[in-house]
């Protein structure tokens, strides 16, 4: 009895080839929307800052994540020397540097 069984069982699946990847189809479209809503648009973020980084030039005006407003006065490999107010620098890292001004937006400085 419990033969019967289990052999009608195996031939079941066997005639249904497609059953195990409905089983993943609902996890594989979670994955796709999850990689165009939020990983994607991430990392073209990403890579717009590094890009305004590494064109950074001595006179922008910038502003950093921490939120202080300055002229970059000196660029070095991984540090930028902010100048915040006359003969008053600072020294901040590249990737603190969140938005780069339009020219002459710092008239006081």
Known sequence: MLISAAHAQAAGQAADPTGG????????LMF??????????????????KAMVDALQKGDEVVT?????GRVSKIGDA???LEIA????????????????????????
């Open 21 to 28: 990847l409905m089983q993943f189809l609902p996890i594989i």
């Open 32 to 49: 796709v929307v999850l990689w165009f809503l939020m990983i994607r648009p991430q990392m073209k973020k990403a890579k717009e800052h």
């Open 65 to 69: 994540q921490g939120g202080m407003v």
């Open 79 to 81: 540090y930028v020397h």
């Open 86 to 109: 006359p003969n008053t620098e600072v020294v901040v890292q590249k990737p603190a540097i969140g938005v780069l001004l339009p020219k002459g937006t710092l008239k006081s400085l």
